[in-house]
């Protein structure tokens, strides 16, 4: 952490001084106020410090978490080696900028950030702001879990856009991420609610009912599969849209052309294109 590191010659100052006010002149200790003082200012400050820090020499991915790409994501295996790279450092800055937290689960794992992280910037990637930072809290539960939106409902995933979170069932996260083509991808799902939410100037295509069947011939999930994956009802056609928009893009492009040229034109990209998805310039 580029904070810390700033901290380090302030901390053996201060060692340095307390030394020698012990074995040499008791005078010395107070320099170490001013030392202290400064290493206070850095802890308060360490997320600017560090973000600051990060967006001038913007982080990679460890190997570890680059496999979840190069193993499970189509639409990063269809980028540009240099869009690559630039995908995978908005991953990595998401997830430094994010507070995730566990509920009823020791802790969030590297591995679950980052598949939240890429669905987000998946979302956002043809965008120069990339963060959505109405919706900083990250929350995961290891299984479906009621909330007070939703008391009765063991449920897989929800925003609650008054305290700008999103809510996470670790496992059903994970199996739509890993396995897109078995289970439905709520983080996608939920990304999509964030991204209108955080995007209401723009022109979002209007949506009926017929398209629950046009979608289902795309992916095999019918309205019920997903309302019961979910488990909410009622499950807003839009952000079941745009998960179909990303994840099968090509067979998107073929039932729904116009729909696809739409959400084209408001994600400004094209998942479906090799190279890169990006549409001209970052918007």
């Given amino acids: 952490m580029p904070a810390r590191i700033l901290s380090i010659p302030f901390v053996f100052g201060a060692i340095l001084f307390l030394f020698l006010a012990w074995e040499v002149d008791s005078r010395n200790s107070i320099y170490v106020v001013p030392l202290v003082v400064a290493l206070a200012f850095i802890y308060i400050l360490s997320?600017?410090?560090?973000?600051?820090?990060?967006?001038?020499?913007?982080?990679?991915?460890?190997?570890?978490?680059?496999?979840?790409?190069?193993?499970?994501?189509?639409?990063?295996?269809?980028?540009?080696?240099?869009?690559?790279?630039?995908?995978?450092?908005?991953?990595?800055?998401?997830?430094?900028?994010?507070?995730?937290?566990?509920?009823?689960?020791?802790?969030?794992?590297?591995?679950?950030?980052?598949?939240?992280?890429?669905?987000?910037?998946?979302?956002?990637?043809?965008?120069?702001?990339?963060?959505?930072?109405?919706?900083?809290?990250?929350i995961f539960f290891p299984q479906p879990f009621p909330s007070p939106q939703y008391p009765k409902n063991y449920h897989a995933s929800e925003i609650y856009e008054e305290d700008g979170a999103i809510l996470f069932s670790a496992e059903q996260l994970m199996k739509g991420f890993l396995e897109p083509n078995d289970f439905y991808n709520i983080g996608l799902h939920e990304y999509a609610k964030v991204f209108e939410r955080s995007c209401p100037g723009l022109d979002f295509p209007s949506l009926h009912e017929d398209h629950w069947l046009e979608l289902q011939q795309i992916s095999g999930f019918s309205q019920t599969w997903i309302q019961n994956w979910i488990n909410l009802d009622p499950i807003p056609l839009r952000p079941v849209s745009v998960v179909h928009f990303f994840n099968w893009p090509e067979a998107f492009q073929a039932q729904l052309p116009e729909l696809y040229d739409a959400y084209a034109r408001l994600f400004n990209q094209s998942p479906g294109k090799m190279g890169t998805p990006v549409l001209g310039e970052l918007v």
């Avoid at 269809?78 to 630039?86: F, G, Y």
């Avoid at 689960?105 to 930072?133: H, N, S, W, Y």
Wanted: net charge positive; aromatic share 14%; charged share 30%.
């Fill in 47 to 138: 997320p600017q410090i560090n973000w600051w820090w990060w967006t001038r020499r913007p982080p990679d991915m460890p190997p570890k978490l680059r496999v979840l790409l190069e193993r499970h994501l189509p639409y990063y295996q269809r980028l540009a080696d240099s869009e690559k790279l630039r995908f995978r450092r908005r991953v990595r800055l998401y997830m430094e900028a994010n507070d995730f937290m566990a509920k009823g689960m020791e802790t969030v794992t590297e591995d679950l950030k980052a598949v939240a992280a890429i669905c987000a910037v998946q979302m956002t990637f043809g965008r120069k702001d990339f963060l959505l930072p109405k919706f900083e809290h990250l």
